[in-house]
């Protein structure tokens, strides 16, 4: 019997493998090329184009950032960072992952592991810092329910949490092409790894 395929062809050229990935098959223009194209919400949200991973991350980090002013350069990158294996493969929403079972989280931990080494992160990050990025994450998720993805404020309030309000910035989201969307990403990542 033929061996499967397990690995795919980035277009850097580095051929990943999905169940055994090697950070130095990782680089950050596949992930954010990757983002820029995976739909958040499968792709049911409101606006010309679908409201990308890309852009979802960058507004976590902005949130982390407003939540935790003192994280180091490390812990902002872990947050920028937090869906980085959807780049290879994508984004499901929570109950298709329950679904799916524990075959898709043991995958996303490999990938997630590989990519915080590579880019100078401990591959388990602390739980505090999870924490942390977490709860940016969910308030990220409470806004895209309520403003683009069609979810009443009460049914928000169910999933994800009710957020504070203060920590909340006060601007509207709209999904952006990808080409931009890839933009915004590698103009943060570079500005972290550049301080």
């Known amino acids: 019997m033929k061996p499967q395929r397990a690995w795919q062809r980035m277009l ?15 680089e950050i223009e596949d992930i954010a090329h990757g983002l820029a194209f995976v739909a958040r919400w499968n792709g049911q949200t409101r606006g010309d184009y679908p409201y990308s991973v890309a852009e979802h991350s960058v507004f976590v ?29 994508g984004d499901m929403i929570s109950p298709v992952k ?8 043991a995958l996303d931990k490999r990938l997630m592991a590989a990519i ?18 977490k709860r940016a994450d969910r308030i990220s998720a409470w806004l895209e329910a309520v403003q ?9 309030d169910k999933l994800f949490g009710k957020p504070v309000f203060d920590d909340i910035p006060r601007r ?16 943060v990542f570079t500005d972290l790894i550049e301080s």
């Open 116 to 133: 915080h080494i590579r880019f100078g992160l401990p591959a388990e990050l602390p739980p505090t810092i999870k924490k942390q990025i």
């Open 61 to 89: 980090l902005e949130l982390y950032r407003r939540l935790y002013p003192k994280a180091g350069r490390d812990w902002q990158l872990a947050a920028l960072l937090h869906d980085a294996p959807e780049y290879v493969i």
């Open 98 to 105: 329950d679904a799916v079972g524990p075959e898709y989280a």
């Open 148 to 156: 683009i993805a069609g979810f009443s404020e009460e049914e928000a």
């Open 12 to 26: 850097s050229g580095r051929r990943l493998d999905l169940l055994d990935p090697s950070p130095l098959d990782i």
């Open 172 to 187: 509207r989201l709209r999904p952006h092409p990808p080409m931009e969307s890839k933009g915004a990403f590698m103009e």
